[in-house]
């Protein structure tokens, strides 16, 4: 038996296709069997005040099409189209970062994608750093 196989705490949070759900007193874990449930773990769910980058709208519309606060016909054109831009910049990094997102969520795999996210995330934010500790043109003074 396949599926996504869930490893919850204690009293975690979790959502299934706009419900929320939550575990008992004890850790416990789920296996998902079906592919076209929608997951999100509440604790990998991101707060919209977090959301200012480029790939952290991608990962919070894709989180929305989960909760079902966004219907996925209407968000995912936009969603392809951002990843396609985004493409210019990870390219020189890894040249499959984001044909891998697209695929999964061509796919439908948006719990896949999210992880995926993540990682992708991980690699903005250290390009942003870099980013902001280059030196910024100075104005020359001018001699008389």
Known sequence: ???????????????????????????????????????????????????????????????????GDLNEADVLPAILEECARLDDVFETIDRKLLSVLRSMLDRGNFYSALCHLRNIIAIEAELLKVASLKPQPTEQAQVA
Do not use: H
């Open 1 to 67: 038996m396949s599926g996504l196989v869930l490893k919850l705490a204690a009293g975690e949070r979790f959502v299934v296709n706009g419900a929320t759900l939550e575990n008992g007193d004890k850790p416990s874990t789920v296996r998902v069997v079906d592919d076209n449930a929608r997951i999100l773990r509440c604790r990998d769910a991101m707060k919209p005040q977090e959301v200012d980058t480029p790939t952290k709208r991608v990962y919070y519309a894709i989180q929305l099409i989960i909760t």
